[in-house]
């Protein structure tokens, strides 16, 4: 039972005294206009205690704001009833909402009427480009206000509509209430991704779609594709059939998959790792295989002094390219193990001859490195994609520089002579963060990896702590696009595919609460994952 405000427990006193009876005037959304408390009239009075009077209409707390995963941003509590699922519709203000609009009214039971006016018990979903952000990037905000026992989610993009959607969902789950008054709602990172490795250790596509809905319905807008590594190449390829491993996805598998994700707003960010990492196509042109002096052969990395090996990793860009639609894409270029060894010019004399071929005398194996690096991007720059690479994949004081245009995807620091962050940051370049000291799901758990925890992202990572456990300075801030949780599958069989799914279900809502807002959560780590419970 809500316990009565001063007014009306004043109001009943006098009724029980027989002074006068009272009546309240509550408007159509349980308040009496605005967030004002409700207001007490009198009557005229009444001949009688034992007269017939109105009984005090039902008054409302004022609301608190809504419990999600990820919090929103900001909430304009109100006084009212909120809003429940039952005997509704869904309608859209925009034909190019009824995506998002028949989604939603299947997940919440809801009859989907299209452009009808709305009504009590609707659902409203409307564009309201007016509002964009003038700085011409993706507008991601949304505005969620439940008032009148009607819902209406407003959005400069579809993208910002359908997050207003997810918001509604948690909401609701499990019989709850959304609250009454106004979310305004947007997202601190523009790039929140979960990467997989489906190279190493095959997921089916079911697996896939699964995790698409689960990450859509927490805000999540990238979706990394590992398919191409040293075990296994695991996409349909008309141009070279003879890489693609037995168990691998079709073209129309995959197809299936981006339609899916397209409808939750998630870019699909394909990668074909090289000129380390090609071991599966090595294993089909074995004549492609790095060996040093005395002939020993360099696991995955192709000799990128033979222009075949240029050629077939282009042939391979090209057609997924054209599979893939997505704005982005990964061009790998980490861990090659030419540049592992104590003197690479010597133990691989052919690489060091063309790199001082191309870039002069002074050029060393690192300036062929990047040279590749810069090649592979110049084939994937005509479809127009944002084009990132491994942070070990740039190197310092080369002849060769790294295509200004390629943003860093920093995962570790650990290898010798490691870049600190802050050294791309400050040469102007954009970053995403893969910390692998916390976002780093490897199966097997080898080396120095452990699995991560959702409680340690939770309380001690930012997006800005992108090696190790430091953040870099806030003035970077704006440079730091991103993160993305990532699973690898270093020992493939650690794990099942449910294990995985199980183990990576916390530490997925950790790292996008902290993207979607990096300033420290309110609720404590244990509340957190009661509401994880909650919200579905």
């Known amino acids: 039972m809500i316990p009565r405000r001063p007014a009306l427990a004043a109001a009943a006193a006098a009724v029980a005294a027989g002074a006068v009876a009272l009546t309240v ?10 967030d004002a408390a409700p207001s007490a009239r009198t009557p005229a009075p009444s001949a009688s205690r034992s007269a017939a009077s109105p009984a005090p209409s039902k008054s409302y707390a004022l609301s608190e704001a809504p419990a999600t995963i990820p919090a929103v941003r900001e909430h304009k509590a109100a006084r009212g009833p909120g809003w429940k699922p039952g005997g509704g519709r869904v309608v859209v203000g925009d034909g190019d909402l009824a995506d998002e609009g028949k989604l939603l009214a299947g997940e919440l039971k809801l009859k989907y009427a299209g452009d009808a006016d709305p009504r009590k018990g609707d659902v409203e979903l409307a564009l309201t480009p007016e509002d964009a952000d003038a700085s011409g990037g993706r507008d991601e905000s949304y505005t969620l206000s439940v008032k009148g026992q009607r819902v209406k989610i407003t959005a400069p993009e579809e993208a910002g509509v359908f997050y207003g959607t997810r918001t509604l969902k948690q909401e609701v789950h499990g019989g709850r209430t959304a609250p009454e008054g106004v979310v305004r709602d947007r997202p601190a990172k523009p790039q929140r991704g979960f990467m ?12 896939i779609e699964d995790r698409i809905r689960e990450i859509g319905d927490l805000k999540y807008n990238q979706l990394g594709l590992h398919f191409s590594d040293d075990q296994s190449f695991r996409i349909e390829s008309d141009s070279h059939p003879e890489v693609v491993s037995r168990d691998h996805l079709s073209k129309a598998e995959v197809r299936r998959i981006l339609k899916l994700a397209a409808s939750r707003h998630i870019t699909v960010v394909p990668e074909i790792d090289s000129p380390g990492h090609l071991g599966a196509v090595i294993a089909a042109h074995p004549s492609l295989q790095l060996r040093d002096t005395r002939g020993v052969e360099s696991r995955g990395a192709v000799d990128i002094s033979k222009p075949q090996a240029a050629e077939i990793v282009d042939d391979l860009l090209e057609e997924y390219a054209d599979l893939f639609p997505g704005r982005y894409w990964h061009l790998g270029a980490d861990e090659y193990q030419a540049l592992t060894v104590s003197n690479p010019e010597a133990s691989y004399p052919q690489l060091a001859a063309a790199a001082r071929e191309r870039y002069g005398s002074g050029a060393r194996i690192q300036d062929l490195a990047t040279g590749w690096l810069n090649d592979r991007a110049e084939t994937m720059r005509p479809y127009e994609r944002g084009l990132r690479a491994w942070n070990d994949g740039f190197f310092r004081n ?13 995962w570790t620091g650990k290898e010798i002579g490691a870049r600190e962050p802050v050294e791309y940051l400050k040469e102007g370049r954009d970053l995403v963060n893969y910390n692998d000291e916390y976002l780093y799901y490897v199966l097997g758990q080898p080396n120095t990896f452990r699995y991560p925890t959702g409680q340690r992202i939770y309380e001690q990572w930012t997006p800005r702590v992108i090696r190790g456990t430091k953040p870099v300075s806030a003035q970077y801030d704006d440079q730091i696009l991103g993160g993305s ?10 794990q099942t595919q449910e294990q995985v799914a199980k183990g990576i279900r916390m530490p997925l809502r950790a790292t996008v609460q902290r993207l979607w807002d990096s300033r420290t ?8 994952v009661k509401l994880a419970d909650q919200v579905g």
């Open 25 to 34: 005037a509550v408007w159509p959304d349980g308040g009496t206009g605005g």
């Open 196 to 207: 997989m490795d489906i190279a190493r250790k095959h997921f089916d596509a079911k697996w």
């Open 398 to 410: 080369g002849v060769a520089k790294a295509d200004d245009d390629l943003d860093v995807a920093y």
């Open 485 to 494: 949780f990532a699973v690898w599958c270093d020992i493939a069989d650690a």
């Open 521 to 528: 959560p309110g609720p404590s780590w244990g509340n957190f």
